[in-house]
């Protein structure tokens, strides 16, 4: 009776399940946007995308002024150090310009040889300033929201890709979900359909889950001044913002990608040696 | 296989040595002059990518070990410290994540191969269950180590597995608590799985010797599956199979190096990005990809005890498996039953890793009960009854007449 299964049709069958389930396990990165009304997040060009991934320097530096004027009246950033400014790979500050941006902050520091804490001028070593105390002060003066830490959010948030985008993902090495997203909800305040039932002291984002956020929409056109001339719409404020939040979430990407191009060179070379050595050595065999 | 060594000490001084302490010669005969059968494929190869996998999250882990702090606190700002502020830290760390991954898709192509040519078989019996337990270690292992990074899906992982163990009768909420060391996930939890962490993968090393001697004894089984007959059937292990597995290493050290220098994060979740915070439960919490299909299983089983039950009966059948296989044929090459069941397992397993990954409700719900069911009756009836009611193929008489045979099949094709 099982002679009449059609067994290559089988095989076939199962080959690409198994492929398919593999890459659809494997991208388990698509839990963050839910909710059926959230709009669909598109892919943005990034220069930091792809093999030859870089971050552009002046990009960087104006979402740092953006981070700087805007977000950062909220939002900490504590995993990163005015120092980064200035390190390879970043936004090229010099080191004296990230001398003078960190003495713009002051910290507290201590206790001196009288046992007192006292007040300084931030150092390059320093972390960046957190704007609040505590987090308790920060719901506070939030209407009970905590902003959180922006220093990786470019990595903690993620995007539904659906099928068969999360197959592809893994071998065009699309990693943008997170910055994509962040860029998305920058541009997503937008007038809520009329039926929508707005919660009090919350806004309306068609890309956030849910909807309903209680950030009000941070950007507005010109609410920073450029010092290269480009214009402070808020398209290109939250682009460059969100370039510069994928730096302090991913401050290596550029050493990481172009080791992995020398990486992967190499042991493509080393692969052809390999075949080569293998087929002369099991051609002593007998045929 | 040879018992007899053919280890010829070269000078005095590894003359002295073999008196003694006959390292040397352990090695030459394991190592060197080992007779494999010379018809295994690349199938084959991924013993040896495992060990490299093996060593490499050792050798990463012990690295990572001396920058991270196992406290909850601390925890999540040290991972980044790793990340940011250590030399090439961020190379270590992503070695080890993604390592992770790919240990386990090497583990799972090892552990099918074993399945389609009937690895486990007399008397490869305890070769394979030893491959069981490392598999299960290594399931351990790779759990606490995601708990580590204190992110989300670390707290609220350890939180959903540890409670499991609730289930147990009379005693579940006094193990749970001490698996915890409190009355929660907390700082203590988090101590003993990083002691555990880094205690495990020693065990699997341990295991993995003992794994390997036993397949020094019985010698490798091969893809036509019968024993090997005489000096002709094999190859000394070097140079033949040491190249051969080393070209086979490089092509998936490629698919390795792409994950970690182009997709390090697309293998675990962003929600392990957020730190590690008790009063806020994520959307969905999903274990790792390469833990999915027992997730289902777990899921698709309407009580808790049960489910408990069930997701560790999947791992445990595998224990039993020799002996419910009634087919003397190895090889699913000569099994044209079988060869289409193998077929049909594999696409379950994986169709219940993707159910693992969505939420267990409607349809989603009544597929992993019906992959979970026949998960279990490929085991429990389709292994003992195919051995009865299956006529094998004709087997070749010796492994060197069928590699003859290809060989001469290819150059007739060659000269048409």
Redesign the interface.
């Known amino acids: 009776m ?2 009449s ?1 059609n ?1 290559s049709k ?2 076939q ?3 690409s ?2 492929g ?3 890459l ?6 698509f ?2 946007a ?1 909710g059926e009304d959230v709009s669909k997040v598109k892919e943005q060009d990034w220069t930091f995308s792809g ?1 030859f991934g870089y971050y552009d320097r002046a990009e960087l530096q104006r979402g740092f002024q953006v981070y700087k004027e805007v977000c950062s009246s909220c939002h900490s950033m504590k ?1 990163v150090y005015y120092r ?1 400014l200035s390190e390879p790979g970043g936004p090229g500050f010099s080191t004296d310009e990230a001398k003078a941006i960190a003495a713009e902050f002051s910290v507290t520091d201590g206790p001196d040889s009288n046992g007192d804490m006292f007040e300084r001028n931030a150092l390059p070593s320093d972390k960046f300033v957190s704007p609040f105390e505590n987090n308790v002060i920060a719901r506070m003066s939030n209407g009970g929201a905590l902003p ?1 830490d922006l ?2 959010i470019a ?4 995007t539904e890709r659906g099928f068969p985008m999360w197959i592809v ?2 071998f065009t ?3 943008e ?2 910055v994509d997203y962040v860029y998305a909800l920058l541009n997503g305040y937008e007038d809520m359909p009329s039926d929508f039932n707005l919660q009090d002291g919350m806004n309306y984002n068609k890309y956030y ?1 849910g909807n309903q956020i209680a950030m009000y929409s941070p950007l507005s056109a010109d609410i920073v001044e450029y010092a290269d001339g480009t214009e402070a719409t808020v398209e290109n404020m939250s682009k460059d913002v969100s370039a510069f939040l994928m730096w302090t ?1 991913e ?2 990407l550029e ?3 172009k ?3 020398k ?2 060179i190499f ?2 070379i ?2 052809g040696l ?2 080569l ?2 087929k002369k ?2 051609a002593r ?1 007998d ?1 | 296989m040879s018992k007899l060594s053919t280890y010829q000490p070269k000078s005095s001084l590894s003359r002295w040595f073999d008196e003694r302490l006959p390292l040397p010669r352990l090695m030459h005969d394991s190592v060197n002059a080992f007779p494999t059968p ?1 018809n295994l494929n690349y199938w084959y190869t991924f013993g040896g990518v495992l060990t490299f996998c093996l060593i490499t999250q050792i050798i990463t882990g012990i690295v990572l070990a001396m920058h991270y702090t196992p406290n909850a606190e601390l925890a999540f ?1 040290s991972v ?1 410290h790793i ?2 502020n250590v030399n090439y830290g ?2 270590i760390r ?1 070695v080890h994540a993604v390592g992770a ?1 790919m240990f386990f ?1 090497a583990v799972y192509v090892h552990i099918f191969r074993g399945l389609y040519y009937g690895s486990y078989k007399a008397p490869r019996e305890l070769l394979w269950i030893l491959g069981v337990v490392i598999y299960l270690l290594m399931t351990a292992t790779a759990f606490m180590g995601y708990v580590l990074p204190w992110g989300q899906m670390s707290f609220w992982g350890a939180t959903v597995i540890t409670n499991l163990f609730s289930a147990i009768p009379i005693v579940g909420g006094t193990v749970t608590e001490w698996l915890w060391g409190g009355f929660a996930v907390d700082n203590s939890t988090l101590n003993r799985f990083f002691s555990l962490h880094y205690l495990l993968p020693f065990m699997i090393f341990g295991v993995v010797i003992l794994h390997i001697w036993s397949l020094h004894v019985t010698g490798n089984n091969n893809p036509i599956g019968i024993s090997v007959k005489d000096e002709h059937d094999t ?1 000394p292990f070097s ?2 199979y040491t ?2 597995d ?2 086979a290493l ?2 998936f ?2 698919l390795f ?2 994950f ?12 392990n ?2 730190e590690a915070n008790p009063l806020s439960t ?3 919490i ?1 274990p ?3 833990l ?1 299909p027992f997730y289902a299983i777990l899921r698709a089983i309407p009580s808790k005890i049960g489910g408990v039950l069930f997701m560790f009966a999947a791992i445990g059948i595998l224990f039993l498996l020799p002996w419910l296989d009634t087919s003397k044929i190895r090889s699913a090459t000569f099994r ?2 079988y ?2 069941f193998f ?2 397992f ?2 379950n397993c ?2 219940l ?2 159910l ?2 969505q939420n267990p409700e409607g349809g989603y719900l009544i597929a992993s009960r019906i992959c979970t069911a026949y998960y279990f009756i490929h085991f429990l009836v389709v292994f003992p009854l195919l051995g009865i009611i299956e006529t094998p193929k004709p087997l070749p008489e010796s492994i060197t007449k069928s590699v ?1 045979e290809k ?1 001469k099949t290819k150059k007739i094709d060659e000269k048409k």
Do not use: T
């Open positions: 099982c002679k299964i067994f089988i095989r069958l199962s080959l399940l198994l398919v389930c593999i659809i396990a494997s991208s388990s990165n839990s963050f839910s093999v995993y980064n959180p220093s990786l990595k903690a948030r993620s993902d893994l090495g699309y990693q979900q997170g889950p979430a401050p290596k050493a990481r990608k080791m992995g191009f990486v992967i042991l493509f080393l692969a390999l075949y050595s293998k050595i099991w065999l045929h | 010379r700002g980044e990340m940011r961020w190379l992503y991954s898709l190859v140079p033949y190249v051969k080393g070209f490089v092509c050290l490629i190096a792409w970690i220098f182009y997709n390090p994060n697309i293998l675990g979740h962003s929600d990005y957020i994520p959307a969905h999903v790792e990809w390469y999915l044209p039953l060869k289409q077929w049909i594999l696409a994986l169709v890793g993707y693992g990954s003859l060989i």
